[in-house]
């Protein structure tokens, strides 16, 4: 079956995860990709487990094959005259050349947009930054942790008493490498339209920013960011979550408070707490917030959460369900019946299951073409079959320590 980037050539220097989370998702739609890692030391993502002292020989390396699958691995040098050649022959017969190293890098070795986009003037080059390409901290080192803490998330995660909070997982990286893709894509589509090329850039920081719209809005026309959510507090007590009495947790999302309180009450079985006026609307539910949370956390207490589940099902249309953690999702029913999951045979591991990408597409699905290349495994094939050199010259590029 045909998918959407088939025939689209993408070169891609990166490492870590931002510029390789971006690659992937490409990878994955159909393109090519072909990732240039540096001849001795590679993606330092290779080596991330082993840094942390673990023993990988008879497991995956997690953070390497989720943000290269389906790739093909290039070696270079790219310090040495005679990559330059062959990056000219790659970047001649490629769509989209893509990095993520900090500004002025690409351009001391010869990489920048300026060169490249006059090889191959419909060239896509795309950008991963920190801070962005302008302003006085352009130029800074940037990671994910730094995106997380620049961008105000830190403030806006937990509750109005905690210190800033860090969240788990990169996000930062995996929202700027999927905004990436999103604006790789948005140019493919503008070159087919017009023939031209052109550069784009999406930092840690922008990414980050735009992932808190809504925040950001209030602050841009009202003068004042949304606050930190107080669980002990909401002020809608039926926009929030409670813990059950296995430890688990419900959450719920009815935010026309008034037009469930009644039954709601009932299936609690605390008919009493719709007498009197103290929580009849959802303005006295709101002054009263922190008496009722207080009462309701009593009363999801003395049942488990799949008691909840059902006598909340049975009751009527609640808007509610399981709060989850990471390490529940792979056994919710809902992220396995809508394919979220995916099998991906690994030569030396046998079978992995991987995150698929959240777009379903009804004509050219997705597809995960495979595990991570090993390091250079591409090298040779590439350059001989590809891009027209003779084994001899491929022999003299590895005595020389290029490739």
């Not at 002990?232 to 007590?237: I, L, V, Y």
């Not at 059950?244 to 009493?272: H, N, P, T, Y």
């Not at 999702?329 to 995916?342: E, K, S, T, W, Y």
């Amino acid at each position: 079956m045909t998918r959407p980037l088939e025939g689209i050539r993408v070169i891609d220097w990166t490492i870590w995860q931002q510029g390789p989370v971006a690659s992937m998702m490409l990878a994955d739609l159909g393109a090519d990709v072909i990732k240039i890692e540096a001849r001795e030391e590679g993606d330092p993502g290779r080596g991330v487990l082993r840094a942390a002292g673990v023993d990988v020989s008879q497991m995956a390396n997690f953070y390497f094959e989720a943000h290269n699958r389906g790739k093909r691995s290039v070696t270079l040098d790219l310090k040495r005259p005679e990559s330059k050649e062959i990056m000219k022959r790659l970047v001649e017969k490629s769509d989209v050349f893509v990095q993520n190293f900090r500004p002025g890098v690409a351009k001391r070795l010869g990489l920048g947009d300026e060169v490249l986009c006059k090889i191959n003037p419909k060239l896509i080059y795309a950008s991963g930054s920190g801070f962005g390409l302008d302003g006085p901290d352009a130029e800074r080192p940037c990671m994910d942790y730094l995106g997380l803490a620049r961008s105000g998330i830190m403030n806006a995660a937990g509750s109005s008493d905690d210190p800033p909070l860090a969240i788990q997982g990169a996000i930062a990286d995996q929202m700027a490498g999927s905004m990436l893709a999103f604006g790789i894509m948005t140019a493919l589509l503008h070159r087919e339209r017009t023939g031209e090329g052109q550069t784009i850039d999406v930092s840690l920081l922008g990414a980050m920013t735009w992932l808190q719209g809504l925040s950001m809005a209030s602050r841009l026309m009202l003068g004042n960011e949304l606050p930190r959510f107080s669980r002990d507090s909401a002020f809608n007590p039926l926009w929030n979550h409670y813990r059950c009495a296995d430890d688990r947790w419900i959450a719920f999302a009815m935010a026309q408070s008034d037009r469930w309180w009644e039954d709601f009450a009932k299936v609690l079985g605390r008919q009493d707490l719709l007498e009197g006026d103290r929580f009849n609307s959802m303005m006295n539910r709101g002054i009263h917030a922190k008496l009722l949370i207080g009462i309701l956390d009593e009363v999801f207490a003395t049942a488990s959460r799949e008691e909840w589940c059902k006598r909340l099902d049975a009751a009527g249309d609640f808007i509610f369900t399981i709060v989850n953690s990471v390490g529940d999702l792979p056994d919710d029913p809902q992220v396995r019946a809508n394919g979220m999951i995916a099998n991906v045979e690994h030569p030396n591991l046998g079978p992995l299951e991987m995150l698929n990408l959240p777009v379903r597409f009804s004509k050219t699905p997705a597809e995960i073409r495979g595990p991570a290349p090993e390091f250079g495994q591409h090298t040779e094939l590439l350059l001989t079959e590809e891009l027209g050199f003779s084994w001899d010259e491929v022999t003299e590029l590895r005595e020389k320590q290029v490739i």
